[in-house]
């Protein structure tokens, strides 16, 4: 049969069936705020199917994964596919196999067009398809592309390399430490391998491990000794883990914080008491000596706790100075005194010490002390982070600023203006166009009605911290909505000092309100992260933790993986290491150059069906 014989053949036969089987989607997974597929590369790939294979360009594959494909395809590469709104139900008809694609034909698909979609010859279809000469063009059959025949760039045809690297699926509940013991790898080498592990370690997937002779096993000495747990008083020096000889490094963590309580004597001889500043700072270290000793199996890194007691008086911190083993610290926590934290930067930042505050201060202790970090956004901090939310994401909506023209709420009015009218990109000659202001020198239903004419929907942000002004604007707020009978909606965005008038403010004002203010550190028991850990602390210990226990915990937790990971990239730069926590997650900041770097995220709650609820996050880049 000649060839246009059998070409008049296969057009006969293409439209026989109607029938065609969708290849099955695959799971999505939300990264960093976007949806994605997960194609695990294997041998025979190329960029060029797999686009085909998504419905996607080569372009957005490269895009979403640049680093990755620095060196070419490689076996075993997990790739970020994007979900559009092409392949959200369904993907492309074609799998690769070897030098070919796959390709499962369509309904009303001739063999003309198939070679014009791969861009790919007739007589090279026809040639590795020999029945589809003979016997025509089936609906949902599949027939083999050539991979090297399409006619398209070679980078992006090249068909994926093979290396000394294998594959291993992930399994549930496994951490990067446990793979790198199980292949006898370094952590460090398995994180630089697979590109700092952008996805975390999700079940099913597939992460790159280099090839290693297997660890000799050694069969462990029995012992009558049970496994110690943590013990609650509190050592000079506890040794977190013992060195091994294949660690990435050693690191001495002080910490300095006022843990001494006041005994009896002769003065006062009956009572014993813990003062505020050493309760907190007791739940806190317990928090992260908890997390050292719970989590260490996850991270390769020895770390010692050395544990300074410093109290108020500036003797105590002299005394800490002058200890030999205080010249020895990597990192230091604390102190939480204003005045003794900055002498503590400014003594370690010659060597490049991070120096970490983890209790609310205002920003100006970190200027000029670059090894300075600080973990709870400040006040200006929350501002700031609010103006780029609302700029960003509410900039079409009607925001108005509330000016209580208390003088103590100026400075906060103000700069909030100023961040405002910066993330909008306008100039200070046109400050009064960015954002509405309405000033308040008497608040009540007359003057609300002049101030809001309009009904409709308001986004109103009060940085105030005036608690006679705030208990009077939210009820006269409330009194106008109630009045006029719901012509009004609004959001009203406070301070989170505001948590402190719950007493003085009617539930149902908040609620109407819908009263919003950020809040750091929040324990919220329906969040089953918290819920957990709550569950687990107790299991352990036989009474519950608090919110400065948490605190410890995620700290320590994030210098465990600072440590284990990239140790001197996070010494000199802290705010390129984003992290998700239990109750606090970091995303730092330098706001001056030269100068430490601040906590810029900002949690919002709401308050809503009689408690704080999430309402909204900046910046909305997550973490690990």
């Not at 030098?99 to 026809?126: A, G």
């Not at 991270?299 to 050395?306: F, G, H, N, P, R």
């Amino acid at each position: 049969m000649g060839i246009v014989a059998k070409l008049i053949l296969v057009a006969s036969l293409c439209f026989l069936s109607t029938f065609v089987i969708a290849q099955e989607t695959p799971a999505v997974h939300k990264i960093n705020g976007k949806k994605y597929y997960l194609h695990v590369v294997e041998k025979g790939n190329t960029l060029y199917g797999i686009s085909r294979q998504y419905a996607v360009t080569v372009e957005q594959i490269e895009g979403e994964n640049s680093e990755a494909l620095k060196e070419g395809l490689k076996e075993n590469q997990t790739l970020l596919i994007p979900v559009t709104a092409e392949n959200k139900k369904e993907l492309g008809p074609v799998e690769q196999k070897q030098d070919f694609l796959i390709h499962r034909v369509q309904p009303k698909e001739t063999l003309y067009s198939i070679c014009k979609l791969y861009n790919s010859s007739l007589e090279d279809v026809l040639k590795a398809n020999p029945d589809v000469a003979e016997s025509g063009l089936k609906s949902d059959s599949e027939i083999k592309i050539p991979v090297k025949q399409i006619q398209v760039k070679a980078e992006v045809k090249a068909i994926a390399k093979p290396d000394s690297l294998k594959g291993h699926i992930v399994q549930k509940g496994e951490t990067v430490y446990g793979i790198s013991k199980l292949y006898n790898v370094n952590a460090e080498e398995l994180n630089r391998v697979n590109n700092g592990f952008p996805i975390g370690l999700k079940e099913g997937a597939v992460i790159r491990v280099p090839v290693r002779p297997p660890m000799q096993q050694v069969k462990p000495v029995q012992s009558g000794k049970a496994t110690p747990k943590v013990n609650d008083t509190l050592p000079k020096e506890t040794l977190v883990r013992p060195k091994t000889l294949d660690s990435s490094g050693s690191y001495r963590i002080g910490i300095m914080l006022p843990m001494n309580p006041t005994f009896p004597d002769s003065s006062n001889q009956h009572n014993f008491k813990i003062s505020e500043p050493s309760r907190v700072s007791l739940n806190f270290y317990r928090g992260f000596q908890y997390a050292l000793d719970s989590l260490y199996r996850n991270y390769e890194v020895d770390i010692k706790v050395l544990l300074f007691h410093v109290s108020k008086d500036s003797g105590s911190l002299d005394r800490v100075l002058n200890d030999s083993s205080f010249k020895q610290v990597d990192v230091v926590v604390g102190p939480l005194y204003t005045d003794q934290f900055e002498r503590v930067a400014d003594r370690l930042k010659t060597r490049g010490v991070p120096v970490i505050c983890p209790v609310p201060k205002p920003s100006k202790l970190l200027f000029k002390r670059p090894n300075t970090i600080k973990t709870t956004p400040s006040e200006s901090m929350q501002l700031n982070s609010i103006a780029e939310l609302l700029a960003k994401q509410y900039g079409d909506s009607n925001v108005i600023l509330v000016n209580s023209n208390r003088f103590q709420d100026q400075e906060n009015v103000e700069f909030f203006k100023t961040r405002y009218r910066s993330v909008m990109g306008v100039p200070d000659t046109f400050a009064g166009e960015v954002i509405k202001e309405v000033k308040f020198w008497e608040v009540n239903y007359e003057t609300l009605r002049m101030r809001f004419p309009d009904s409709g929907k308001y986004t109103l942000m009060v940085p105030s911290s005036s608690p006679v002004f705030i208990t009077s604007f939210i009820s006269q707020l409330y009194n106008l909505v109630d009045r006029t009978d719901s012509m009004y909606q609004f959001r009203v965005i406070g301070m989170e000092d505001w948590r402190k008038l719950d007493e003085d403010i009617d539930i149902r004002h908040l609620h109407r309100l819908n009263v919003t203010i950020p809040v750091t550190s929040y324990v919220d028991m329906r969040d089953y992260k918290v819920s957990a850990f709550y569950r687990a602390y107790f299991s352990r210990f036989g009474y519950e933790p608090d919110g400065f226990t948490i605190q410890g915990f995620d700290l320590a937790h994030y210098l465990l993986e600072q440590l284990t990971f990239r140790p001197q990239e996070w010494m000199s730069k802290p705010e390129q290491t984003p992290y998700q926590g239990i109750v606090e997650n970091y995303d730092f900041a330098r706001v001056v150059p030269g100068s430490g770097v601040e906590n810029r995220f900002v949690r919002l709650y709401e308050y809503k069906n009689y408690r704080l609820k999430p309402y909204a996050n900046w910046p909305y880049r997550k973490s690990r």
